[in-house]
């Protein structure tokens, strides 16, 4: 686990410091723990996709994640094991790329599975990806149809071979 400190400066990843990965939660505490292997996703779209990201969510107090309507057992609750982040530009149109290798278990879908990341979940306009439990794999498009006919769920995705 990593300690994230509020206004930290300290390069946690090769794009990523400190400050980036702070929770967003009003009454979060001066430092939060956030999972390395969660981060280490992170930082595998952001060189798979070459483009900044913006962070909008790790850490969630109760508080923060009732104001957001988080699930009652979300991955962004303490120890946080979860990050969602959006592209800075040409958000969509990476989120397209995301959504036709996520449904099709591509290249980087492969490679977000094995370095850890279990959950992955793709809305209109951000993407989550989380370090739940291997046996407990679990994927989401909450995207309404933006990107395509076919909604990425687990029945769908167990239809899919590993391969791609």
Known sequence: MATICKD???QIT???????????????PQC???????IQGLQIVRDHFNAPIRVTSTLR????????????NSRHLAPASAIDFQFISNNDGILQ?????????????????SNGINGM???KTFIHIDTRNRSVQSFW?????????VRVTNPYMAQIPESG
């Open 8 to 10: 930290g400066t300290r």
């Open 121 to 123: 979940g793709i809305y």
């Open 14 to 28: 090769k794009n990523f410091i400190e400050s980036e990965l702070y929770s967003k939660s009003l009454d979060a």
């Open 97 to 113: 790329q995301f959504y036709e290798d996520f449904k099709c278990k591509g290249p980087l879908y492969r490679k977000l599975r």
């Open 141 to 149: 498009d909450e995207s309404a149809g933006k990107y395509g006919d």
């Open 61 to 72: 107090t109760a508080t923060g994640n009732a104001l957001v309507d988080g699930a009652k």
């Open 32 to 38: 939060h723990f956030l999972d390395d292997v969660t």
